[in-house]
Every structure is written in structure tokens, then in C-alpha cells.
């Protein structure tokens, strides 16, 4: 795909996570419409994979850490072909595959259950370790968020990559500066982030997490690192392209059409106000290239 068809799928992304959302009528908004750009560009253009064998054993691993943003997982994977769009609307409803955090027995294509934060590259990097001592040549993915910094076990992870200088290993961070109780930076400050990594004897790369030629462009990059793991600091704009929730931490935890919010959109309006940004956003992507 061109990097203008990859910026239009990653439009259609969001706007579906719009519409499961709805239709759950609970979740998290504002970092899955962040992270629609780097799905995109990890399952239309960076994995070695095939979504009609998902269990293909040369296949590219991809942990999502930060469970809690599995819209964008689910919706780029139909898109992708793993299972048919329609199914986006069953979203945490009684019996689906699609849990409101990924459950790996349940969706063939998610490489690990997901919840509890920080550990999700404790996971990946056991993983990568292990894929290392048996001579494989995938890849090993890991998406993380910044929140989860505060957490100990994911430092842990750092230190054990870091140690076993695992280069088949990249981790990919949203760095959106939003956690559920509000800006990083409150909350318990990460920066300098990068000189962090550094120490730990990572290779870090900095990208516009919006920019999806970027962001292919440091998975390329990250592949070419043979003496540390890469990380990669994606900076993202939480709610992206919806304005009334970017950059605001309430719409971490919430989704549109379920409660009035002070200074927000009346809930009956809020989808459809979304959906219209998104739709318009489409456009101006289009007249960007004519």
C-alpha cells in the first residue's frame, strides 16, 4: 500500500473504533484513536505475517502490553482480513472473541492475554530470548504505553533485554503523556525517558507517531540494530482526530454516547460529532496529495 492508502486505512481504523465503542457503550477512546496510525503501519506494511494462518510459526510477534487499547488491535486486524469487520460490534459483549482486554484463547492472531500493566515486555522479551535459543527469525513486537512506565516489572524487562542484548526484540511506546489520572508528567514524571532506555543499554529512536512513514521507516531501522533491543518513542495525540477528546486525559477511560461530560459535547451528539471529524479528516488527507 502507497502511505496515502495506509492514511486512509488508518482513518477507517478510528472510525470504527468509534462505532465499537458505541455499540459497547464502554472502553477507552482516546488511546486507541492515538495508536491508529502505528497499527496500520504494523499490519498493512512492518509484519512478516498472514491473517489467514494466524498461527503460521514464521509469523512476527506482536504483544500488546497496554491491553486496554485493544479497539485499535481488533479493528486493524479485520481490517487486515484476520476475522470480518462486522465482528468489531461485538466488542465486550457475553461471548465474544473480542474482550474488552485481548484474550489469546479466544482470537487466534493475539500472541498473549493482556491486563495487568508493565507486563507486557516482560512477556515479549522472555519470548524473544527464548525464540533466540531455538534459531528463529521472527521478530518479537512489543506496544506499551507510557502510564505503564510507573510500574516496576516492565523496568525489570528493560534491565533483562537490555542485559541479554536481545536485537530481535523491539518495543514500541505510545508516549501520549495521558494516564487515567491524568498527564504523565503529574502523575510520576518519565522524562528524560530516552536517556533512561540509553543506560539500560537500548538503541532509541524518536517518531512522530502520526507520520506512518516514519514509523515504518524505524521498524526498518530497528532491524538493522544487531547489538541492543530498540525502542521505539512514538509521540501520539491521545483522541487523535476527534477534537473535543484530543490531548484531554477524560476520555482515557471513556467513550462517547454513554454520560454528559462538563465542557464536552452533549452524549447523544458525541459519536456523531466524531464520526464527522473523522470523515472530514479523510478528506483533507485527500487533498493533501491531489
Avoid at 496515502?4 to 465499537?20: F, P, S
Avoid at 528463529?136 to 516492565?154: P, T
Wanted: net charge negative.
Amino acid at each position: 500500500m502507497t502511505i496515502e492508502e495506509l492514511q486512509h486505512k488508518a482513518n477507517e481504523v478510528r472510525q470504527d473504533i468509534i462505532k465499537m465503542l458505541l455499540e459497547a457503550g464502554s472502553g477507552h477512546s482516546a488511546g486507541p484513536l492515538g495508536m491508529a496510525d502505528i497499527f496500520t503501519a504494523f499490519y498493512f506494511e512492518i509484519l512478516n505475517h498472514k491473517p489467514e494462518d494466524p498461527n503460521w510459526g514464521d509469523r512476527d510477534r506482536l504483544f500488546l502490553s497496554n491491553g486496554h487499547i485493544c479497539p485499535v488491535r481488533y479493528a486493524a486486524m479485520a481490517h487486515a482480513g484476520y476475522f470480518p469487520i462486522s465482528e468489531l460490534m461485538t466488542l465486550r459483549k457475553l461471548g465474544t472473541r473480542l474482550q474488552g482486554h485481548p484474550e489469546r484463547k479466544r482470537l487466534p492472531g493475539v500472541e498473549t492475554t493482556s491486563g495487568p500493566l508493565g507486563s507486557g515486555l516482560a512477556q515479549a522479551a522472555g519470548y524473544a530470548y527464548a525464540s533466540r535459543m531455538d534459531n528463529k527469525r521472527f521478530r518479537v513486537y512489543c506496544v506499551c504505553s507510557d502510564g505503564e512506565h510507573d510500574a516496576g516489572n516492565h523496568w525489570e524487562a528493560v534491565l533483562f533485554a537490555g542485559k541479554n542484548n536481545l536485537n530481535n526484540l523491539t518495543a514500541i511506546v505510545d508516549r501520549n503523556n495521558i494516564q487515567i489520572d491524568g498527564h504523565t508528567e503529574d502523575v510520576m514524571p518519565l522524562e528524560p525517558l530516552d536517556e533512561k532506555y540509553k543506560a539500560f543499554n537500548w538503541h532509541v529512536l524518536h517518531v512522530d507517531g502520526h507520520n506512518i512513514e516514519e514509523v515504518i521507516d524505524a521498524a526498518n531501522h530497528a532491524k538493522a540494530v544487531y547489538e541492543n533491543p530498540t525502542v521505539i518513542i512514538a509521540h501520539t495525540i491521545p483522541g487523535k482526530g476527534v477534537d473535543y477528546m484530543e490531548n484531554d486525559p477524560k476520555w482515557h477511560g471513556a467513550v462517547p454516547g454513554v454520560a454528559d461530560i462538563p465542557g464536552e459535547p452533549p452524549k447523544g451528539k458525541q459519536a456523531q460529532i466524531a464520526l464527522h471529524e473523522l470523515r472530514t479528516l479523510g478528506g483533507k488527507i485527500r487533498g493533501e496529495h491531489e
